[in-house]
């Protein structure tokens, strides 16, 4: 493609026809209809700004409305001199007449001047009168506004006042649910055995009679997390991160539609985490990044997330929130970023490579590998506006045809605890 050099850089040659076509359209307007301010803007662009959009053409027809403008200023400039003079003569006949006229006028204006000023007399004390009534009625006007702007304030008062109140039960109401949340959350940390029941959030009676067993041999101790210390400070860590995550889980329910999802989810990779011997302290870091694995989600344009239907080009730009969820997630300690990040970027990563980063196999996080089963069991089990949910045996099973995309131990140990 061939490109023309402007002061202003470098304009492409079908961008440059079309100005010069534009142009020239413009300039043959102005030729039958003139208008200065347009013709001024026009010779600038074209002689100053870009003059790789003038032509020789572009230039005539300036030339000639310039010509036609000096000519038609140059017959108003005679037209006007005639006129000039032509009134100095009229005005000198009628100067004379005027004269005479003004003779008659005075002796009758003099009359007339007498019953004006009677008039006038009669006139201010109609004023005066009207004075008075008027400041009567604006002190009354005055004293009713005053009354409702009282009642405007207290009314204002009162409703914000309201808005307190409600505001405090709402903020009491909150410290009251996360005051519960963390004291699970305590009796959850303490819980060091993995053969022990977990009483957390909604994960209570999800365990059989013999507690949840551990999976005999497995992958999944060889690399996890090692165990922290099992210090008072490391819980209230953990405490204070799941509280963060239960928040910011709740934020990115509400913009997706989906109810209780982020609950949900995160309690069956747990209990998946626990079944497959993840050491419970690295459990418990799956858990809370687990909640909040969608917070891509919220630097999406929130129309696109309750569309009813996608174009392709739409669908590519939901699918990008697996690189947007770094800026929601700061509140994250460092010694578990990776974790969280490996949740939020690789969720959607399948076992045979056909995920939206083609990462396979080992390549993909382990909290990524949960969370797919994870969330697509959810995803088919729960109830959606336009359907309901699945049975549980419906589900697994339709995750066993598509067995390719999923980690099989991760697919076994939900077949196990489902």
């Not at 909604?202 to 005999?216: E, F, M, N, P, V």
């Amino acid at each position: 493609m061939n490109f023309c050099t402007t002061n202003g850089g470098v304009i492409p040659a079908n961008v440059l026809v079309i100005a010069r076509s534009i142009y020239m359209q413009r300039l043959n307007q102005l030729q039958r209809n003139y208008n200065e301010t347009q013709f001024i803007d026009i010779k600038v662009n074209v002689e100053e700004k870009y003059p790789a959009v003038s032509t020789k053409e572009i230039e005539k027809k300036v030339r000639q409305i310039a010509a036609q403008v000096a000519a038609s200023e140059k017959a108003a400039d005679k037209k006007q001199q005639k006129d000039f003079l032509d009134s100095i003569k009229d005005s000198t006949s009628s100067t004379n007449d005027a004269i005479a006229e003004l003779g008659n006028k005075m002796v009758d204006q003099g009359e007339q001047t007498k019953e004006m000023m009677r008039q006038s007399l009669e006139q201010q004390k109609q004023t005066t009168e009207l004075i008075r009534e008027d400041s009567k009625k604006t002190q009354k006007s005055i004293t009713m506004i005053f009354i409702i702007v009282v009642i405007i304030v207290v009314v204002i008062l009162l409703v914000v006042g309201l808005i307190l109140l409600i505001m405090h039960f709402s903020v009491k109401q909150s410290q009251i649910q996360q005051a519960q949340y963390a004291e699970a959350f305590k009796l959850l940390a303490k819980n060091q055995s993995q053969t022990n029941q977990l009483m957390i959030g909604g994960i209570a009676g999800l365990y059989s009679s013999d507690g949840l067993k551990l999976a005999g041999s497995s992958t999944w101790t060889q690399d996890a997390l090692p165990e922290p210390e099992d210090s008072e400070e490391e819980k209230e860590s953990l405490r204070e991160l799941a509280v963060k995550c239960e928040e910011l889980g709740t934020r990115i329910d509400q913009a997706t539609g989906r109810k209780n999802n982020s609950k949900n989810v995160s309690e069956l990779v747990y209990k998946l985490a626990v079944r497959l011997g993840v050491p419970q302290h690295d459990a418990m870091v799956y858990f809370c990044a687990s909640m909040v694995y969608d917070a891509g989600f919220l630097s999406v344009d929130q129309n696109l997330l309750q569309a009813e239907t996608l174009t392709e080009a739409q669908r590519k730009q939901l699918a990008h929130h697996i690189n947007l969820a770094e800026n929601h997630l700061q509140f994250v300690p460092k010694k578990y970023w990776d974790v969280f990040i490996g949740a939020a970027s690789y969720h959607h990563e399948n076992e045979d490579g056909s995920g939206y980063c083609g990462k396979k196999g080992d390549g993909i996080p382990k909290i990524a590998k949960i969370i797919r089963v994870a969330d697509s069991y959810n995803a088919l089990s729960s109830k959606r506006s336009f359907r309901g949910g699945m049975d549980k045996d419906s589900a697994v099973e339709i995750l066993e045809k598509e067995s390719y995309l999923y980690d099989k131990e991760v697919l076994q140990a939900l077949k196990d605890i489902i």
